[in-house]
């Protein structure tokens, strides 16, 4: 099982190297009034971030509901 973990997880990393590579070129991003200009891939990152944090505060707050009181 912890070698299919370590296969897993190494094929996570490459697949992460080609994307970055591939996406290094620079995007304008509106954001309301203000027009940003940066590298794709950290577009992406930003983007995967936030969806992360926001995901796990919407799995906090669902398991704080379904919790039976005391």
Do not use: H
Not at 19 to 26: D, F, G, I, K, M
Not at 54 to 66: C, P, R, V
């Amino acid at each position: 099982m912890d070698k299919a973990k370590l296969i897993v997880a190494l094929i996570l990393a490459v697949l992460t190297v080609v994307v970055v590579l591939q996406n290094t070129e620079a995007v304008s991003t509106k954001l309301l009034f203000v027009t940003v200009t940066m590298p794709r891939v950290l577009l992406l990152f930003l983007v995967l971030a936030v969806g992360f944090v926001l995901g796990i505060i919407a799995s906090l707050s669902w398991t704080k509901k379904k919790k039976p009181e005391a």
